[in-house]
């Protein structure tokens, strides 16, 4: 009995890294150009504060997924990568450093070895959150569900507080990134 409870941890744990490379290897097939990229960022980043006051970020996250270089939009000495497709943010360990213009920072290391669990999952169109996102607590109870429009919260969202239950005071119908009115009933 144990030896197959163990089996079955290791084919489901088989099957998850199967599915994260499966997903990988789809998002490149949609996106030829592209290449995955992880991106760190914490609560009160420049990252966090452009996401909507409601969906701002609990814990230092991990996203991975595809970015297509633009040659043709140099950015300071680089090149704009906007996100395309399905990406996957995870809570994720960080150490404190220190740079040398005496600045603190944190320091992420890959989504394999640091995360705490998924903090957040949907698309983009050309850095543009598009379609359904779900996001999470740090504890694993779901956080907020619900569908974006040209970048803007719209349609139907459901919060939850971290103990599991309704978050009625967020909960509602949005438009244009501002919530109109309470879930409908």
């Not at 966090?48 to 991990?62: F, H, I, K």
């Not at 497709?85 to 989504?111: A, C, K, N, Q, S």
């Amino acid at each position: 009995m144990r030896q197959a409870l163990a089996l079955s941890v290791l084919l489901v744990l088989a099957a998850c890294g199967e599915t994260r490379a499966s997903r990988e290897a789809d998002q490149l097939a949609r996106f030829p150009f592209g290449e995955i990229v992880e991106d760190g960022f914490g609560p009160g980043s420049a990252d966090d504060l452009c996401r909507p006051a409601d969906l701002r970020l609990c814990a230092p996250v991990l996203g991975r997924g595809v970015c297509v270089t633009r040659h043709d939009l140099p950015v300071q000495g680089g090149f704009a990568s906007p996100r395309w497709g399905v990406w996957t943010y995870e809570y994720v360990r960080t150490t404190p450093h220190t740079g040398p213009e005496g600045r603190v920072g944190l320091r992420f290391t890959d989504i394999q070895t640091s995360s705490l669990g998924v903090e957040a999952e949907g698309e983009y169109a050309s850095d543009v959150p598009i379609g359904l996102w779900t996001y999470w607590h740090p504890n694993g109870a779901k956080r907020a569900e619900g569908t974006f429009s040209a970048g803007k919260m719209s349609g139907i969202w459901q919060f939850w507080k971290a103990d599991g239950s309704v978050d009625s005071e967020l909960s509602g119908l949005y438009a244009g990134g501002a919530r109109t009115s309470a879930n409908p009933r």
